[in-house]
C-alpha cells in the first residue's frame, strides 16, 4: 500500500530527521528515515484525523485541575503532533492500513446517507450525532462492528499521542526522567493511604547522605561505610 | 573463499561479551593473559551520546516508544530480539520457542532486570528433595565465595534476611519501596507470603571511582550512561581494558565454528565479518564459549571434524538438550485506592524494590519447585500505549466505558498509577526432550546452518502457573485490588507463557562428573577437548527460581581461575 505514497521535499526530511536524535542503530535510523520521507494519508484523510482528534480530544482553554492536581491548561492536538505520529505510525503498523483508511471511508459513505454530505462538511452537532453511534463499544457483543474498532483504534492513536507528547506529559502531571534523589514516597501520601514504613525495614535502606561513600563490608557481610 | 588468518596468537578466545564471556574477559585479561572477544553484534557504550536512549523523551521519537523495532519498546537497550531479519530459527512440530537474542556489546545484560539472586544450597540438589532432574555436581558452598566476590566487584543492593535457600551477600542498602509496592505487601503478607527488599545489579551507593551512583530514572533497561548499573561492557571489558588488559574486541563478527587439530583440541574459531562477509580465522591456546546457551550449542553442533563427527563436544549426543527456560506468567490488578493520585517522582531504580522469594513447602503442593514474584506499576514515564482504552476501568466503576471529548482527558489522569502487575518467575524441570539441533534444511545469511527447537511444558509447570494466578488473586483481593482480565484455564496452560518468553535459555550444554551424561565438567570444561571452556548459562543443570546472570558470572570466575591454574601448569 505504500506504492501510493509521494515523497517529502528534501528540506522538510531533513527537518524532520533533526528532530528524531535518540540513540538509533544505522539499520534503524535509516528505516525511520524512509518512513519520514513517505506519505501515506492523503490529504483529504489527513484533514478527517485532524477533525476526529480534535472531537476526541478538543482544545481548552479552562484550567483543569483540583487541589490535588495544580491546574495545567491541557494542550491541544496539533501542539501534541498527533496528526503527524498517526501519519507516521500506519507507516511504522501497515496492518493497521486497511483499517484506518476504510474506516476514514466509512466516515463519508455514512454521513452521505445521513446527512447528505461528507463528514468533514457536516456541522458539530451532526458529527457529534455519528461519533455517538461509533463511541461506545458494545461491553458484551462478542464482536464489534467494524466501524465502532475503527474508532477504538482512532481514539487510542490520538490519546496515546497526546499523552505521550510534551504538553500531554505535563497535562498528566508525570514528575520523572531527570536525575533525582529516591528517598520514598512523601509522607503526607503515606499518610493519605493509611501506610508507613515498617520500623524493622529501616535500616536496611539507602541512607542517601552517605551514598557517596565508598562501600566497605565487615567479614558477615554488613555494610560499615 | 578464501579464509583470512589472523597472525596473532592469543591466549584466549572468548566468544559473546555478556554476562559470562564480559567476565572472563575481566577474569584472563587481568591475569595478564592476551585476550580476543569474538562478538557478534556491533561495539556499544552506554555512555557515547550516539547509542543513548536514556533520558529521552517518547516525543522524541516518530512512533512515541512504540515496539515495532525493538521487542521492549524502541528506547529499550537489545539490538535484536525474538526475531531478527536474517538470522531465522524453526520449530519442530507444535513447538513454540521464543528465542531471544541481543546482538551487541554486553549483549543482553544492556537491558536485562538487573536482578541479581544466589541460587541457593537446595537449588544446586532438586533431585535430592523430589528425585526429578538432575544435581549440580557442585554445591552452594563451591561457589559462595565467587559470588561474594562479584558482590564486590559489581555491586548489588539488598538486605540481609538470613533465609536458609536465598543466601546474604555484600549488600549496597536497598532503596525504599514505592506506594504500589507498600500495597503489595500489605496485600502478600496477609496471606503469609513472604516480602524482602529486592537484590538488584544497581549502585545505590558508590563502589568506587569509575562507576556513577544510581540516580533513579528508572530506566535501567536503557542502559546507563554514568555505568550505575551492571552491564558487561561497561563494568568488566572497559574496566579490563582500562587496567592495561590485552584485550582485543572483534565486534559484528558471527562466529560459525570452532577448529581443532588432530588431537582433536581446539585452535581457535572460524567467524564471518558481518561487514565484508568474508571469513576468518582467529587462534587462541583456549576458546571461551559465551555465545548464550543456545548459540554456544550451535556452535558446538556445526563444529563437525574427523575428531568429533557428531559436532565438538557432543560425544555424549546432549549438546542442546535439557534446554529450559523460566516458567513465567502474569496478572494486572486495578487499585481503586490508588487513583486520582497525588504526582511526585516515583521512577525509583529501573526494576521493583521489593519482591517475594519463594516461601512454601512443595511436600504440600501438587507439583515441584517454586517460583518468586516480581512487582511492577507506579507513575512511570508515558510511553506508547500509554492512554489505549482509557477509561476501560470505569466498568468497576458503574461508570460509562468510551466516548470522546474532554471527559477523556480527565480519565486518563484519573488511572494514572492505579494498575499494577505481578509476574511470577518459576523453576521447570530439565527433559532430555526439550532440546535445540541444528536444523539441516536452513542457513542464516552467513550461510551458517540455524537452530530449531523441540520444547514442550509438562503438568509441573503447568500446575505451577496455576498456583501462582492463586496467589496472585488472592493477594490483589487482600490488598483492595480488582483483578483484571479471567483467570486463564487449562486450554491457555493456566497463563504459562512460551518457552523462551522469560530469557532465562539454560541447560544446553549441562554439567556433571560423567561424560556420557553431560557435555562439561565442574570447571565448565568439554569432556571431550580440554582446552574449551563454556561460560554462558548452558552448564546450568537446573536453573532454580532465580535469574541467571548472577550465576553465570560466579562460575565464570571459577572457570577463568581454572583456567589460568591450568595454562600455568601446562595441561591445556
Known amino acids: 500500500m505504500l506504492e501510493s505514497c509521494v515523497s517529502e521535499s528534501k528540506e522538510t526530511l531533513e527537518q524532520k530527521l533533526w528532530e528524531y536524535q535518540y540513540g538509533r542503530t544505522p539499520e534503524e535510523q535509516a528505516y525511520d528515515e524512509k518512513l519520514l520521507g513517505q506519505q501515506f494519508f492523503r490529504n483529504n484523510e489527513i484533514e478527517k484525523i485532524k477533525r476526529l482528534a480534535n472531537l476526541i480530544l478538543p482544545p481548552t482553554e479552562e484550567k483543569l485541575g483540583n487541589l490535588d492536581f495544580p491546574p495545567t491548561a491541557g494542550g491541544n492536538i496539533e501542539e501534541a503532533k498527533v496528526p503527524e505520529f498517526i501519519e507516521f505510525m500506519a507507516k511504522d503498523i501497515p496492518s493497521i492500513q486497511t483499517q484506518m483508511r476504510g474506516g476514514l471511508m466509512w466516515l463519508d459513505i455514512h454521513t452521505r446517507k445521513t446527512y447528505n454530505k461528507d463528514f468533514l462538511d457536516c456541522s458539530e452537532d451532526e458529527q457529534h450525532q455519528v461519533l455517538d453511534q461509533i463511541a461506545y463499544p458494545d461491553p458484551k457483543a462478542s464482536e464489534q462492528k467494524m466501524e465502532v474498532g475503527f474508532f477504538t483504534l482512532m481514539r487510542n492513536l490520538v490519546m496515546t499521542g497526546y499523552f505521550t507528547s510534551e504538553v500531554g506529559i505535563n497535562e498528566l502531571g508525570y514528575k520523572g526522567n531527570q536525575p533525582n534523589v529516591w528517598d520514598g514516597v512523601p509522607d503526607e501520601v503515606l499518610k493519605a493511604h493509611g501506610m508507613s514504613y515498617d520500623e524493622s525495614w529501616i535500616p536496611k535502606f539507602v541512607d542517601q547522605s552517605k551514598r557517596n561513600d565508598i562501600a566497605q563490608w565487615d567479614e558477615e557481610g554488613n555494610l560499615i561505610s | ?572
Not at chain 2, 536503557?222 to 582500562?242: N, W
Not at chain 2, 562477509?277 to 550449542?297: H, P
Not at chain 2, 589460568?564 to 591445556?572: F, T
Open chain 2, 1 to 572: 573463499m578464501q579464509i583470512i588468518e589472523n597472525q596473532k596468537q592469543y591466549d584466549v578466545v572468548i566468544v559473546g561479551s555478556g554476562a559470562g564471556g564480559g567476565m572472563a574477559t575481566k577474569i584472563l585479561a587481568n591475569a595478564g593473559l592476551k585476550v580476543a572477544v569474538v562478538e557478534a553484534g556491533p561495539f556499544f557504550d552506554p555512555a557515547n551520546p550516539q547509542q543513548q536512549t536514556q533520558l529521552k523523551w517518547p516525543y522524541e521519537s516518530p512512533r512515541r516508544g512504540a515496539g515495532t523495532k525493538r521487542a521492549f519498546g524502541e528506547f529499550d537497550m537489545a539490538y535484536g530480539g525474538w526475531e531478527i531479519d536474517g538470522e531465522p530459527y524453526n520449530q519442530i512440530g507444535n513447538s513454540k520457542f521464543d528465542w531471544f537474542r541481543s546482538r551487541m556489546l554486553g549483549g543482553r545484560t544492556n537491558h536485562w532486570g538487573r536482578i541479581s539472586l544466589r541460587f541457593g544450597p537446595r537449588d544446586f540438589k532438586g533431585k535430592d528433595r523430589d528425585g526429578l532432574g538432575e544435581n549440580w555436581p557442585i554445591g552452594y558452598e563451591d561457589i559462595r565465595p565467587y559470588y561474594d566476590k562479584v558482590d564486590k566487584l559489581i555491586g548489588v543492593f539488598g538486605s540481609k534476611e538470613n533465609l536458609y535457600n536465598e543466601p546474604d551477600g555484600y549488600f549496597l542498602p536497598a532503596p525504599k519501596p514505592r506506594l504500589h509496592e507498600l500495597y503489595y505487601k500489605k496485600g502478600a503478607e496477609k496471606s503469609g507470603v513472604k516480602v524482602i527488599p529486592s537484590r538488584l545489579s544497581i549502585l545505590t551507593k558508590r563502589i568506587n571511582s569509575d562507576r556513577g551512583i544510581c540516580f533513579y530514572c528508572n530506566q535501567c533497561s536503557r542502559s546507563c550512561s554514568v555505568y550505575a548499573d551492571f552491564s558487561a561492557g561497561s563494568c568488566l571489558i572497559f574496566p579490563a581494558q582500562k587496567a592495561g588488559g590485552q584485550v582485543d574486541l572483534y565486534v559484528n563478527s558471527m562466529v560459525r565454528e570452532v577448529e581443532v587439530n588432530e588431537e582433536g583440541k581446539a585452535t581457535g574459531v572460524l567467524f564471518i565479518n558481518k561487514e565484508d562477509r568474508k571469513e576468518y580465522r582467529i587462534k587462541g591456546k583456549v576458546v571461551v564459549l559465551a555465545a548464550s546457551a543456545c548459540s554456544t550449542a550451535r556452535i558446538l553442533l556445526n563444529s563437525k571434524s574427523a575428531q568429533h563427527p557428531n559436532g565438538l563436544g557432543n560425544s555424549s549426543n546432549l549438546v542442546g538438550k535439557y534446554l529450559h527456560d523460566s516458567t513465567g506468567s502474569d496478572r494486572m490488578a486495578f487499585v481503586p485506592e490508588l487513583m486520582n493520585r497525588k504526582r511526585y517522582n516515583e521512577d525509583g531504580v529501573g526494576g521493583m524494590h521489593l519482591y517475594s522469594p519463594w516461601w512454601l513447602d512443595n511436600k504440600k503442593l501438587d507439583f515441584p519447585r517454586g517460583y518468586h514474584i516480581e512487582v511492577w506499576g507506579g507513575l512511570g514515564m508515558p510511553s506508547y500505549g500509554t492512554g489505549f482504552n482509557p477509561n476501560d476501568l470505569n466498568k468497576y466503576l458503574g461508570l460509562k466505558v468510551g466516548g470522546y471529548g474532554n471527559q477523556l482527558r480527565e480519565d486518563v489522569k484519573k488511572f494514572y498509577g492505579s494498575v499494577m502487575g505481578m509476574s511470577g518467575r518459576g523453576e521447570s524441570i530439565a527433559r532430555e526432550d526439550n532440546y535445540c539441533e541444528i536444523d539441516p534444511t536452513t542457513v542464516d545469511e552467513f550461510g551458517i546452518p540455524v537452530l530449531r527447537f523441540n520444547y514442550s511444558w509438562s503438568d509441573h509447570e503447568r500446575k505451577q502457573a496455576r498456583h501462582m494466578h492463586n496467589t496472585f488473586e488472592e493477594i490483589i483481593e487482600n490488598m483492595g485490588g480488582v483483578v483484571l482480565g479471567n483467570k486463564p484455564g487449562a486450554d491457555r496452560d493456566y497463563g504459562l507463557l512460551n518457552p523462551g518468553r522469560i530469557i532465562h535459555e539454560v541447560g544446553t550444554t549441562r554439567m556433571g562428573s560423567d561424560p556420557k551424561k553431560s557435555v562439561v565438567n565442574e570447571f565448565e570444561q568439554l569432556h571431550d577437548a580440554a582446552n574449551v571452556f563454556i561460560v554462558d548459562a548452558g552448564p546450568f543443570v537446573s536453573q532454580a527460581d532465580k535469574n541467571p546472570t548472577w550465576t553465570i558470572m560466579a562460575l565464570s570466575w571459577r572457570t577463568s581461575e581454572f583456567i589460568i591454574q591450568e595454562l600455568k601448569k601446562q595441561n591445556i
